[in-house]
């Protein structure tokens, strides 16, 4: 399985982004990058176009949830964009997802990989019973959602590391776990409350990690790239 860093480029306009990116211009391995709704929504397709262009493999995080319809054509959208990732919220159900599937496909079968949130990090027991009338144990949930989008036929999920292992053993371990809440041992965690270090979230069994603020503020972010490389890849 390959294990990669991916940089949550959260900028709110396409020159920081590029400000930003130019930094790694150096690396013959140009970093994975993700592009989520902030960006897309302020610069539009074309940020991933430019981004594509400097050699960056992208993960779009739009996090798709709408009518199985709208989702499949608005993936078939998206599939033009040629990103290598790209992914929608497994609440929409199966039906949606297996839209979404159908819609990124291209006429040659060829596709980006899609992969499905399962809960937000931001969701925890108490809202989902309150706001969402679900009475499970929120990690029944999430292991749940997890077999949907594999039976679905996605390619994974976004799951905290926290919950890598669990998912891998009920839906193999080909099946992708993105795993977003990094952190350096002796980092500021900010708003992310469940964070695990590079290191063991390689040894929990995250396939990709996504790391935004202990790259993108450090005083040295292709230093601090390099230590997740260091710590998560090799
Ligand atoms: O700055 P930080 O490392 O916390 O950034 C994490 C990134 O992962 C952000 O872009 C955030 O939107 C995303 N994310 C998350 N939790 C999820 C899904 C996505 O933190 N469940």
């Given at each position: 399985m390959n294990h990669h860093v991916i940089i949550a480029?959260?900028?709110?306009?396409g020159r920081t982004t590029l400000g930003f990116l130019n930094r790694f211009a150096p690396l013959s391995q140009k970093p994975f990058v993700k592009i989520g709704m902030e960006l897309f929504y302020a610069e539009g397709p074309d940020m991933v176009r430019r981004v594509k262009a400097l050699g960056h493999p992208v993960f779009l995080d739009l996090k798709l949830h709408d009518i199985p319809n709208t989702v499949k054509k608005a993936m078939a959208s998206l599939s033009r964009l040629d990103v290598d990732l790209v992914n929608v919220h497994a609440g929409g159900g199966r039906s949606m997802m297996e839209a979404a599937l159908e819609g990124l496909t291209r006429p040659d079968g060829s596709r980006s990989k899609l992969i499905a949130v399962t809960m937000l990090t931001s969701t925890d027991q108490a809202m989902m019973e309150r706001d969402l009338l679900i009475e499970k144990p929120l990690e029944e949930v999430v292991l749940s959602y997890a077999e949907n989008a594999k039976s679905a036929g996605l390619d994974g999920i976004v799951c905290s590391p926290l919950e890598a292992a669990a998912v891998h053993g009920r839906c193999g371990q080909e099946f992708l776990t993105v795993t977003p809440g990094i952190r350096f041992a002796e980092g500021d965690k900010g708003d992310q409350k469940r964070v695990t270090t590079p290191a063991l979230a390689k040894e929990l069994g995250s396939d990709y990690i996504v790391v935004g603020r202990p790259i993108t503020?450090?005083?040295d972010p292709v230093e601090a790239y390099g230590r997740c490389v260091r710590e998560f890849v090799r």
């Open positions: 480029c959260d900028f709110a306009d503020q450090a005083a």
